[in-house]
């Protein structure tokens, strides 16, 4: 099994529309970095509770890392919180997300923080 581009193409688009498929030497980065694996993230921003929105974006996330595991591709989530509103973000909020993805049954691989 090869994974090359972000989503497989429709029948009937054209392959220079492909825009999620990656150069070569892109793709050898990529690999390089990931070993492979699918990678994808789950970035609440800490300035509140989660609400169902998030729900939905975590099952997704951490449900197609998953998926890949389960097919034998690999797969992680990586929990990024993103404070693009610094003044409201408190560590209340925080560890409540941190917990809530846990109860969830959620497991990311590492966290990490960006602003």
Do not use: C
């Not at 993230?41 to 197609?64: C, D, S, T, V, W």
């Not at 560590?91 to 960006?114: A, M």
């Amino acid at each position: 099994k090869k994974n090359i581009q972000a989503k497989p193409m429709r029948d009937g688009v054209p392959e220079y529309q492909n825009y999620a498929k990656n150069t070569a030497e892109g793709l050898a980065e990529h690999l390089k970095a990931t070993a492979g694996k699918y990678v994808t993230r789950f970035p609440p921003e800490p300035n509140g509770y989660l609400h169902i929105g998030h729900a939905k974006a975590m099952n997704f996330n951490f449900g197609q890392a998953r998926l890949a595991q389960a097919q034998g591709l690999g797969g992680e989530t990586i929990m990024r919180f993103d404070d693009t509103n610094p003044e409201a973000e408190k560590q209340e909020y925080i560890d409540s997300i941190l917990k809530n993805v846990s109860w969830l049954g959620n497991k990311p691989v590492r966290v990490t923080y960006s602003s």
